[in-house]
């Protein structure tokens, strides 16, 4: 048993989420999906109706109080996005959709570019669909070549694999911080020193990272950084994507329109200064000021703390999981994330996932839109448990209990 | 019986249980009972596409009457299959492209119908009824 002096209460922190408190099919609500979204607390839902009920307007321009207002907070949570990952510049700080536009952004810019027919790009066998799809469209489109650092038993990527691979024809590698099916934290430091020394840039898919690690990104020398807010208590359809400023000034804006201009005319357009020219057309204003309470919140709870409290439960997790006749673990890397993948001798996935549902223990199955990771292995895909903040023991033992309910009822 | 009686009938029985876990343990009884394919009849052309778990489905014309045979990777879309094919198969191809299934709301199982699942069910239907329709034509 793992024994460790809570330090946050976590009793309050979900009293912070009031979803957390219903019944699902009759039973407490058990949500263990977090990789794949985060729940809010209510700071996050009271910033975007504060917003909307006091400070709604557009954004830049405007020289309206309400447009002063809107502006300045967001800007204020840009700023506070450059602080959350240690950039040097708001220059730096794109505002996205999601992780997936971050990546769209740079292969359709940066990409098209500056890599050119006979280059390479090396992405990994961890990845999700969406760095993995980018950079084949891009690939097919520039007769580039893909390279992908395979993923050993453990699910860890094989880092001799990896340096064989580095050559001065590989002008990017993007990979992934934290893997989301498996919950592998990948070595990333390495990765980018390694690829600098052949001249490479480095795409760093901080999805899943970014809610559990601390991320600095100067002391990463990562080139680029993409994350969604949504995975880390924040709202869905805002993201952030970071960029070195002398490489973001080199790149071709990625989509045209009001905001990302200097000045128009038929003959010939400006550009806007960064971050701006990557911002084109009225942005997600209210979930981006809703981000800057996300980050507040795990602030306030330090996300040492927050990461402590998800290592015990990890590893309470393993542990009962572990004693379950038939389960594997799909993912035994040293270094992981609350994220627990596993199957079941003779069970599919989603058999599993329809059961802990009536259960009201709300898990994800399937692919987790890593298919070639799940090829890997040679599995249809598994059942993911994956923990947040306001996640408890008491639940661990609910899923635990869930998984032997299941069993009986289907072998 | 008519394809409504079959659904009537379903829902009947599903009156007796009371709780999820009996309802769930009786479907995954069904699930092992329906004979499912022979692996060599599991090609790219009989399988729909769900996003989980495959589902195979496979047509013939018997007489007048439409013959389904299916089959899941995943026992609980196996049960709820085979309740599908007890509902449609051997009817003509005019009662199953007009038929309502209702069945599956009043047993609470509609849930699994919701192209959300990707469970393949959904799909599964609309191939059902594709397949009549098809059928249907053919004959007029
Ligand atoms: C590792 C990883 N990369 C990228 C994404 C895509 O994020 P989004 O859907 O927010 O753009 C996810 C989301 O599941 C992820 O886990």
Known sequence: MTTITEILDIQAIRADFPILNQEINGKKLVYFDNAATTQKPTSVINAISHYYNFDNANIHRGIHTLAERATRDFEASREAVRDFIGASSIEEIIFTSGTTQGINLVASTFGRKFIKEGDEIIISGLEHHSNIVPWQMLCEEKGIKLKVIPVTDLGELNMEAYQNMLSEKVKLVSVNHVSNSLGTINPVKDIIDLAHSFGAKVLIDG????????????????????????????????????????????????????????????????????????????????DVVALKAALEYIAFHGKENIAAHEDMLLHYATEQLLEIDGL????????????????????HPQDIGVLLDNQGIAVRTGHHCTQPLMQRFNIVGTTRASFAVYNTTEEIDRLVAGIHRVKKMLL | MTINETQDEIIEEFELFDDWADKYEYIIDLGKKLKGFPEEQKTEENIIKGCQSRVWLNARQENENLIFEADSEAIIVKGLVNMLI?????????????????????????????QTRSNGLASMVKQMKNYAIVYGSIKS
């Open chain 2, 86 to 114: 007890r509902v449609l198969s051997g009817h003509t191809p005019k009662e199953i492209a007009e038929a309502d299934l209702y069945f599956m709301d009043k047993i609470g199982m509609s849930s699994h119908l919701a």
């Open chain 1, 328 to 347: 594997k673990i799909i993912g035994q890397a040293k270094e992981k994330v609350s994220v627990i993948s596993f199957v079941m001798d003779g069970i």
């Open chain 1, 207 to 286: 999805a899943q990272a970014s809610s559990h690690l601390n991320i600095d990104v100067q002391e990463l020398d990562a080139d680029f950084y993409a994350f969604s807010a949504h995975k880390l208590y924040g709202p869905t359809g805002i993201g952030v994507l970071y960029g070195k400023k002398e490489i973001l000034n080199a790149m071709p804006p990625y989509m045209g329109g009001g905001e990302m201009i200097k000045e128009v005319t038929f003959e010939k357009t400006t550009y806007n200064e960064l971050p701006y020219k990557f911002e084109a057309g009225t942005p997600n204003i209210a």
